[in-house]
């Protein structure tokens, strides 16, 4: 399966936009990039995913290198609600065609007013 | 508003007691996952299920955690014994995969699950 790492934590300023990166350098063609995010104490929340192309939709950006080893969310306009975990993953098919979202340890940020 | 819901919220119990936690999926999905969560070992995957068949549980201890799919509005992960290791809080997701990668995988609210 491909391994993705994050840095552990980040900081951002309310208002501004939160650049979260990822690595994905072992990702193959058919594989997927996910990102979700945990608020505390509540279950994963689903932000977007994205194969080769950007992605926008109402929550954040997701910009895939065009070697796709690397992606980058972006939450446009970052509230204090954003403070969460963000995990990125990358989502790989398995013999049933389903394929199972693995979860590293993702990267903390904290929103600061 | 759909959504998956996990009972119970919340469950304290003595080591030694079987557990039974329930999840019911979004109506419409065919996929459900579980997932164990603490503070050391994060977000783990236990086992996933695509229309009620069980298609990879490698990631359950075999001797102590079961789960299955009676029927496509419930599924069930239980514990028999419990152990104080056990205690985490357990996620179901539920999704629509009809071909890969399907719809994104939609989380309940968990169940907290102390053993003492």
């Known amino acids: 399966d491909a391994k993705t790492t994050q840095p552990p934590s980040m900081d951002c300023a309310e208002g501004r936009a939160a650049n979260l990166p990822c690595n994905h350098s072992?990702?193959?063609?058919?594989?997927?990039v996910y990102w979700y995010r945990q608020i505390h104490s509540q279950g994963p929340q689903y932000i977007i995913h994205g194969l080769k192309n950007n992605e926008t939709n109402e929550m954040a950006s997701l910009i895939i290198t065009e070697d796709r080893k690397s992606s980058t969310l972006i939450l446009p306009h970052a509230t204090l609600r954003d403070t969460a975990v963000y995990y990125c993953?990358?989502?790989?098919?398995?013999?049933?065609?389903?394929?199972?979202?693995?979860f590293g340890q993702g990267t903390t940020l904290q929103v600061k007013p | 508003d759909a959504r998956v819901t996990q009972t119970p919220r919340h469950k304290v119990t003595e080591m030694g007691q079987e557990v039974t936690m329930r999840c019911q999926p979004i109506l419409g999905h065919n996929t459900v996952f579980w997932y164990r969560q603490t503070m050391m070992q994060g977000l783990e995957l236990l086992a996933y299920?695509?229309?009620?068949?069980?298609?990879?549980d490698s990631g359950m201890p075999k001797d102590r955690f079961s789960a299955e799919m009676p029927d496509a509005t419930l599924a069930t992960l239980k514990i028999q014994p419990s152990e104080p290791r056990d205690s985490a809080v357990y996620f179901c997701?539920?999704?629509?995969?009809?071909?890969?990668?399907?719809?994104?995988?939609?989380f309940g609210q968990g169940t907290r699950l102390t053993v003492v």
């Open positions: 993953i990358v989502r790989v098919p398995d013999s049933s065609n389903t394929g199972k979202l693995i």
């Open positions: 997701a539920s999704g629509l995969v009809l071909s890969f990668p399907g719809s994104e995988a939609f």
């Open positions: 072992t990702i193959s063609g058919n594989e997927y």
């Open positions: 299920f695509r229309n009620r068949a069980p298609l990879d």
